[in-house]
């Protein structure tokens, strides 16, 4: 069990730090081909803090862990927006802009609910799967989003503070290959080992996905955005959370489904809907007290929600 544990969090580190050094090698690549500062941020940063959730999710599909999929996506979309989005708040107020407000939660709100139909077949039938019809309709909506991100990228005009250190070739493809390989390896460890811990502890595949993988696959997002906070960059604080959201389900289940169609257990209903209701209240949350803005109270009461489910969820596990 202990050792399970321990596996488990050793996992979940190298996940991260190879998420790190993907990022980190890619961007500085990026730049050598003179790719400008704020593509890089919204492709290939937005892409390394998903990334460990795809390569997850990639290999809990092959395996037909369905409920570690599912409860991956919708655990960490609901972290980022309950968890990550009410710390980042709390340490300081977010201002978004236009874009966001009436652009970005909407699309996430509407991958919100594609996964919902889909998953449902549109009511036509009662199969519920997420089949790989479905998953190429995800890519396609996520190749949408992607020309919405580059043509943002040349209207927009703000400084964009993405640092991106030089690098020596080899340095740069070292980074690459090896960040590569700690996703691979990586999430190789934490599938086994979260699956090894559910079944010792009598738990549910979708509470371990939902808790401990989920919450560990956003360690990312939660670095970026509580960062970007700190430095007052709310933009990137905001977007980091709704890219992610809209990553998480366009692309990352998209490719899962691809891999292996995935069955869809209606307990995740409910976590459906709470990321449908809460993305629908950071979206009034825009246009209550200051606009375009999260401020600190809306921020506590958005941590609050997810400590209570996440409790309520863990109760009827015990």
Do not use: C
């Amino acid at each position: 069990m202990w050792l399970s544990i321990l596996l488990l969090s050793l996992g979940l580190l190298i996940l991260i730090k190879g998420a790190d050094w993907l990022v980190a090698g890619a961007s500085a690549l990026a730049k050598k081909f003179h790719v400008s500062d704020l593509v890089i941020g919204l492709t290939i940063v937005a892409f390394g803090t998903s990334a460990p959730e795809l390569v997850v999710n990639v290999i809990a599909s092959s395996h037909d862990f369905n409920d570690i999929v599912l409860g991956n996506i919708l655990g960490s979309n609901i972290a980022n927006l309950f968890l990550i989005l009410g710390i980042t708040g709390i340490i300081y107020p977010l201002v978004v802009q236009s874009s966001t407000t009436w652009r970005e939660i909407p699309l996430s709100l509407l991958a919100a609910v594609m996964l919902y139909l889909l998953a449902h077949n549109f009511f036509i039938s009662d199969n519920l799967v997420i089949s790989r019809i479905d998953g190429l309709l995800l890519l396609f909506l996520f190749g949408g989003f992607m020309v919405y991100v580059f043509r943002l990228s040349k209207s927009d005009q703000t400084p964009n503070e993405v640092v991106v250190s030089e690098m020596t070739p080899f340095r740069m493809y070292a980074f690459i290959i090896i960040g590569l390989a700690g996703l691979i390896l990586g999430g190789r460890m934490v599938v086994d080992h979260a699956v090894n811990i559910a079944t010792l502890l009598g738990w549910s595949e979708k509470i371990i996905g939902f808790t401990i993988v989920a919450i560990g696959t956003s360690l990312p997002e939660l670095a970026t955005s509580v960062v970007a906070a700190i430095r007052k960059n709310t933009n990137i604080a905001m977007g980091n959370i709704i890219g992610s959201n809209i990553f998480n389900i366009f692309l990352v289940l998209a490719v899962s489904s691809l891999v292996s169609p995935v069955d869809y257990n209606p307990v995740f209903n409910t976590d459906v809907f709470l990321l449908i209701i809460g993305t629908i209240l950071l979206f009034v949350a825009m246009f209550i007290g200051e606009k375009k803005k999260l401020d600190r109270w809306e921020a506590i009461i958005l941590l609050m929600i997810y400590i209570g489910y996440t409790a309520w969820l863990v109760s009827k596990e015990l």
